[in-house]
């Protein structure tokens, strides 16, 4: 196969950092392809874990060519704090990690403005990263942005900065915040533009050039599927196109080139910030499921809402993906659980549906029908062949795969790289 795509089915913090960490050592060029520094993806090395934001999970296999699609919006700065800290960890970036020229940027005034419009909503936070993501997003669609390529030649930067300045600041003020603490200066993005040029390239006709050569491709997808700006829990989603067709459309790669979909699903579900939680534990065995996942967000810190797996968000994820084989991960958490609880269903009103409702209201009324499953006590960690995992969690996953309609081709049980039994 030589295009891969993986992504994550649920609302994001699936462990996609982990997967995509294993699978670069059988692709050759390794794709982020939307969201922006509002994405944590994890990785956990003998014993080392690192954090990254922006530049692709995969950049720790030392062979592996990393690519910032032209679907991420790009802060500068956190992508070059990325690289100083890898490189101070020994990762060798040189020759090896590009950043699309077309992809936009992320300017200090949406930062600002995200923060005020989330200060500013009523009947509801949504739960932004405040990461500027959403604003950034917003100016790309009204054609107001500012590229990456703009950001190299100094006549076109004051053109785009300043077409757009004064609007800018009268939204600022709008809101209430002070827009004399807005920092969009010409020389401030020079500067930036000077420390990213080494990594700017035509990144579409790199992956161009990769798919003719039968180069083997790999897509990152960032944030999950049920977080999608249209096919999530709309409005309490993220900025971004999080399903397939954003990997697609972010990349460049046409959708005919595509091989091989994953996707990768939590053993039980989490969820940060507001929205609808059908299978919310908000109680000691959630607090449990929190304690042992350490289910703190990688961006924010925030804790993670915990509940058991829902099926019926699940299959839908993979309905509209496509999704060819699931990746599962922590199941390593629930070992010790005398029962665990699987929604196959919910109920609304006298009523029962095992469809996904459009409308995050309705969602937030649904009553999850439970199917309980006998759990295991052994611990898993350091199992490696899936004959020998405990009769009961071979039982679980068989479940989730009749449910969700796709086969798991791989169980993580544990945080490291070597964690990870495939079938």
């Not at 891969?4 to 982020?32: H, P, Y």
């Not at 020994?90 to 990690?97: F, I, K, Q, S």
Request: charge should be negative.
């Amino acid at each position: 196969m030589t295009v891969t795509a993986l992504l994550g089915l649920q609302w994001g913090d699936e462990g996609k950092g982990k997967m995509v960490d294993i699978l670069s050592a059988e692709n050759e060029f390794i794709v982020r392809c939307q969201g922006g520094s509002n994405a944590g993806h994890t990785v956990k090395v003998q014993g080392e874990t690192t954090v990254l934001h922006l530049i692709p999970s995969g950049v720790l296999s030392p062979k592996a060519v990393c690519v910032i699609g032209h679907g991420v919006v790009l802060d500068p700065a956190q992508f070059l704090d990325e690289v100083a800290t890898l490189e101070g960890k020994g990762v060798d970036v040189t020759g090896r990690l590009f950043v699309s020229d077309r992809a936009h940027v992320v300017l200090p005034f949406h930062k600002l403005l995200d923060q005020a419009q989330e200060d500013a909503r009523q009947g509801g936070k949504i739960g932004t990263t405040k990461r500027g993501i959403g604003p950034c997003y917003e100016e790309k669609a009204s054609r107001q942005g500012l590229r990456v390529l703009d950001l190299l030649d100094e006549d076109r930067l004051k053109a785009r900065l300043g077409a757009a300045a004064d609007l800018r600041k009268k939204r600022l003020e709008s809101l209430g915040t002070d827009a004399q603490g807005l920092d969009d200066t010409v020389e401030l993005y020079l500067e930036l533009g000077r420390k990213l040029k080494p990594y700017v390239a035509d990144t579409v006709a790199m992956l161009h050039d990769a798919l003719n050569e039968g180069r083997k491709i790999f897509l990152e997808g960032a944030q999950g599927v049920l977080l999608d700006i249209d096919l999530g829990t709309y409005p309490y989603v993220t900025s971004s196109t999080t399903n397939i067709g954003g990997l697609i459309s972010g990349s460049g790669i046409p959708a005919r080139a595509l091989d091989q979909t994953l996707g990768v699903l939590k053993a039980y579900t989490t969820r940060v910030g507001s929205g609808p939680f059908p299978t919310e534990l908000a109680c000691e065995v959630g607090q449990g499921l929190r304690d042992r996942g350490a289910e703190y967000g990688a961006t924010t810190g925030r804790p993670r809402r915990c509940g058991w797996f829902d099926a019926v968000g699940a299959r839908f994820a993979v309905q509209v993906n496509g999704v060819d084989k699931i990746l599962l991960t922590k199941s390593d958490v629930l070992s010790g659980c005398e029962e665990i609880a699987i929604c196959t269903a919910y109920k609304v009103g006298d009523k029962v549906t095992k469809r996904y409702p459009a409308d995050s209201e309705d969602l937030s009324k649904v009553e999850p029908i439970y199917e309980t499953l006998p759990g295991w006590t052994e611990d898993i960690s350091d199992t490696r062949n899936y004959v020998d995992l405990p009769a009961n969690m071979k039982a679980y996953v068989d479940r989730i795969e009749e449910l969700c309609g796709a086969p798991v081709g791989a169980i993580s049980v544990g945080p490291g790289r070597e964690a990870i039994i495939e079938r």
